[in-house]
T-cell receptor, first 113, second 115 residues
Framework: GENVEQHPSTLSVQEGDSAVIKCTYSDSASNYFPWYKQELGKRPQLIIDIRSNVGEKKDQRIAVTLNKTAKHFSLHITETQPEDSAVYFCAASSNFGNEKLTFGTGTRLTIIP | DVKVTQSSRYLVKRTGEKVFLECVQDMDHENMFWYRQDPGLGLRLIYFSYDVKMKEKGDIPEGYSVSREKKERFSLILESASTNQTSMYLC??????????????FGPGTRLLVL
């Protein structure tokens, strides 16, 4: 089955700086890669996703890149703000999400004011 | 606005008790999922369902069963609760593949403590 590894497990950045979270996956058939954000005490919510036919996707201050050859994908947050503090999860799926999502272990991002 | 609700936010049960966790979604989603969330382990899939009366095992189904008698409701059952099932349980739902709107929408979670 799929295995998703996520690094780092914790990340602290100064407000205004950029944050990068990296994930690798094992199943070359995976073709859908969402990122979820979970604020303290709240449910995970999708913030951005990318499909295997695209190398990069951007939405305001967040972007995701995908390297299919290397089987890794990354989340980039620029101009970080205190409200970006949360746990971020990457995930991978082999059937555009209809099949089960395999999640990474999460990254706790702390933005230092 | 998608709404996924779970029957309880907090539950305390004793070892050996049968525990029911209920999840309801109001968006007519075909797919429903049960995860448990533990520190350092992320979200792990317990069971999922693509349709009424249909279920498939996820990565960690041992000690759990599920029931989906109606499209909007997906129940997780702990047949005989054990202390190692103390965890946060999250339900999610999504539309099926061909719609390409497969975002999983999560419920607020149920924090279960088994004593």
């Amino acid at each position: 089955g799929e295995n998703v590894e996520q690094h780092p497990s914790t990340l602290s950045v100064q407000e205004g700086d950029s944050a990068v979270i990296k994930c690798t996956y094992s199943d070359s058939a995976s073709n859908y890669f969402p990122w979820y954000k979970q604020e303290l005490g709240k449910r995970p919510q999708l913030i951005i996703d990318i499909r295997s036919n695209v190398g990069e996707k951007k939405d305001q201050r967040i972007a995701v890149t995908l390297n299919k050859t290397a089987k890794h994908f990354s989340l980039h947050i620029t101009e970080t703000q205190p409200e970006d503090s949360a746990v971020y999860f990457c995930a991978a799926s082999s059937n555009f999400g209809n099949e089960k999502l395999t999640f990474g272990t999460g990254t706790r991002l702390t933005i230092i004011p | 606005d998608v709404k996924v609700t779970q029957s309880s936010r907090y539950l305390v049960k004793r070892t050996g008790e049968k525990v029911f966790l209920e999840c309801v979604q109001d968006m007519d989603h075909e797919n429903m999922f049960w995860y448990r969330q533990d520190p350092g382990l992320g979200l792990r899939l317990i069971y999922f369902s693509y349709d009424v009366k249909m279920k498939e095992k996820g990565d960690i189904p041992e000690g759990y069963s599920v029931s989906r008698e109606k499209k909007e409701r997906f129940s997780l059952i702990l047949e005989s609760a054990s202390t190692n099932q103390t965890s946060m349980y999250l339900c999610a739902s999504s539309l099926p593949n061909p719609t390409l709107q497969e975002t999983q929408y999560f419920g607020p979670g149920t924090r279960l403590l088994v004593l």
